[in-house]
């Protein structure tokens, strides 16, 4: 078996040191089972070699991935980046392309933000690709960010039908980011030519704005993910942690999806000589935490005792949830979480907090793949493991962050709660853009504390693992889709948030496929859209406030520290020139204010129901 197992990695090992050009050949899309298609890497003439461009801008840092074909042999690797400036073009930078996987990489330091500029890539004398590099729209009140997850290409998902009407609304609404939360590429061998598919169907919107790609389980080539820091995974569905793939196609993967995103401050490998690209973007004042909640994650098998068909799948609905959250389980690691804590407190250039993953903080689905199929608990949920769950969420709401993430393929609106129900933040997860696993979010009772008139799924509950959840909304499949587009009949489609950073307020809208998002007539799906405040993502209900603070500059940071245990309990930037803290009952707190950074200690023993207060900040 052993021998086997070498001798497989080996194969494989072998298949990806071959480089790109290796990995298929064909010149025609073929059939590979049911339903599924086999991609082509087309033959393109050599003035098309380049088949799409990713960028972000962080810190003028501009940072641009751009994706080839495979280059011919005798052919040039030099790949150049020109900016137009007074009506002519000028190289700002070049690089060499790498070969496994084709990615030509750009970094330009000292990047003007102000400006939108156009751009052009360039290889040899014939191919040219051309897009704008955005301005950072610090002017805008209003930043719009589109979300998409779960790309599937196979027609038997319903995933070969055009993804143009995407590419309309994305440009209708002209978002200002575009957030893919994962499963980009279907494909477990070939996630090159699935790449270059990707590309070539949202190229078009990509090219000229700030785009954030995730890499999840799909992705990288295996059906979940417990990452457990680049552990070489010995079970086909890495239930046991790891990774499936060699180490060699991972970084790939992460190469094309990733190598555009701002730097990590994590500069550490992990194991197969993997990376680590969980980072920030500050992007029309609006702070993003770029996350990797798979990477780090514990697989369960060999730690939690089976209780169904899969080690991750929990079926006995007596089991005691207590017993899985098992000492060491890991779910974002303590680098990763001091990363967030130190997110959570710098709010310079930042008037709102946003966290992106891959998916929720929690279980948020009972009925997975077909109608019967009720399951009791998911440990490729983000719920498990529960105090790794819990210390995100803790992370988080330090600095109000809301949370945008996809993989369910169920979309879903839930407020987190830690020790209380509602005392966390708030995420929404997307719907897939074709949706191959229908689940539902279908709780055997009605949730307390539910809306008038809402739907007996939403209110207050507890996920297959005890944690405190409390739905406001769920795009629950038809449980017989039939007839008419199957995108729509799965519950298929994608999610926009806008962030008015004048008002604080994050307004979700969760569309189906095939709809026109400016007609008047076009609804959503039931729950949306709704609107709440930044400041709902820390206000817990058994909390009180402190006095009034009054300062005498618009927007200052207001920093909370408990004055017994001198935790920092959060840090946020105030709207406007008053800001009432809330704060636990019982308990004496530090205030700290400032400008950008919490740098004046305003009260040194704030307690709930004290008196007002005027501040001066120097």
């Known amino acids: 078996m052993k021998l086997a197992r070498i001798v497989t990695f080996c194969c494989a090992a072998l ?37 799409f461009a990713l960028y972000t801008i962080s810190d003028n840092v501009l940072k641009l991935t751009a994706q080839l074909y495979p280059i011919a042999g005798g052919d040039t690797k030099i790949v150049r980046l020109e900016i137009e400036k007074g009506g002519k073009w000028v190289e700002v930078a070049k690089t060499e392309v790498i070969e496994l996987g084709w990615t030509a990489p750009f970094r330009v330091e000292k990047w003007d933000d102000t400006k939108t500029q156009k751009y052009r890539v360039l290889h040899g004398a014939e191919a040219t690709y051309e897009g704008s590099i955005r301005k950072n729209p610090i002017d805008k009140d209003e930043i719009v960010v ?103 196609y991972v970084q790939e993967v992460e190469r094309a999806q990733t190598s555009h995103l701002p730097d990590s401050p994590d500069t550490r490998t992990i194991g197969q000589g993997i990376g680590i690209w969980y980072t920030n973007l500050n992007w029309g004042n609006i702070d993003f935490a770029i996350l990797e909640d798979r990477k780090f994650k514990t697989g369960p098998a060999g730690r939690v005792p089976k209780q169904g068909p899969r080690p991750d799948h929990i079926r006995n609905p007596d089991y005691d949830p207590a017993s899985v959250d098992v000492e060491g389980a890991i779910l974002l ?40 199929g009720r399951l009791h608990a998911d440990m490729d949920s983000n719920g498990w493991p529960q105090t790794g769950r819990n210390n995100a969420l803790r992370s988080l ?57 809402a739907p007996e799924y939403t209110g207050d509950h507890l996920d297959g693992f005890a944690n405190k959840v409390t739905n406001y909304a769920a795009a629950n499949p038809e449980k017989k889709p039939a007839g008419g587009d199957v995108l729509n009949t799965r519950s298929a489609g994608f999610g926009i948030v806008r962030f008015n950073t004048k008002t604080r307020e994050i307004r979700m809208e969760c569309w189906p496929r095939n709809v026109d998002v400016t007609d008047p007539e076009a609804k959503q ?57 809330g704060a636990p009952k019982g308990k004496a707190f530090i205030v700290k204010a400032g400008k950008d950074v919490p740098d004046t200690v305003v009260s040194e023993e704030a307690k709930v129901g004290g008196d007002a207060q005027s501040v001066k900040l120097p």
Not at 16 to 44: C, D, H, M, N
């Open 15 to 51: 298949l990806i040191a071959g480089g790109a050009l290796a990995q298929e050949k064909e010149k025609k899309p073929k059939k590979k089972g049911k339903g599924r298609a086999v991609l082509e890497i087309p033959e393109v003439e050599k003035k098309d070699i380049i088949c």
């Open 146 to 248: 589109a979300g998409f997850t779960g790309n599937s290409i196979h027609p038997a998902h319903g995933g070969d039908i055009s993804r143009q009407d995407l590419i309309d609304n994305v440009k209708k609404v002209d978002a200002d980011v575009l957030f893919f939360s994962g499963d980009q590429v279907y494909d477990h061998h070939r996630h090159f030519a699935a790449w270059l598919k990707f590309g070539r169907d949202f190229g078009e919107i990509i090219k000229d704005r700030p785009t954030i790609c995730l890499p999840d389980d799909h992705d990288a080539g295996q059906p979940n993910l417990w990452g457990e820091s680049g552990k070489i995974s010995t079970l086909g569905g890495a239930a046991d942690g790891g990774y499936s793939q060699p180490g060699s």
């Open 333 to 372: 690691g303590s680098h990763q979480l001091k990363f967030i804590d130190q997110w959570a407190e710098d709010w310079r250039h930042a008037d709102m907090k946003v966290a992106l993953s891959a998916t929720i903080f929690c279980g948020g689905a009972h009925i997975h793949g077909s109608a019967n």
């Open 397 to 453: 709401r330090r600095g109000y962050a809301f949370h945008f993430a996809g993989d369910q393929h169920l979309a879903t609106i839930f407020h987190q709660g830690v020790d209380e129900y509602r005392d966390a933040i708030w995420s929404f997860c997307v719907p897939s853009i074709a949706n191959l696993y229908l689940r539902w979010w279908e709780p055997l009772e009605a949730g307390p504390n539910r809306e008038e008139g």
């Open 525 to 581: 799906y039931p729950g949306w859209p709704r609107t709440i405040s930044q400041f709902d993502n820390y206000n817990p209900p058994s909390w009180g406030k402190l006095g009034e603070l009054t300062f005498d500059i618009e927007n200052p940071v207001v920093q909370l520290i408990d004055a017994d245990s001198n935790e920092i309990l959060y840090t946020v930037r105030a709207n406007g020139k008053t800001f009432t803290p």
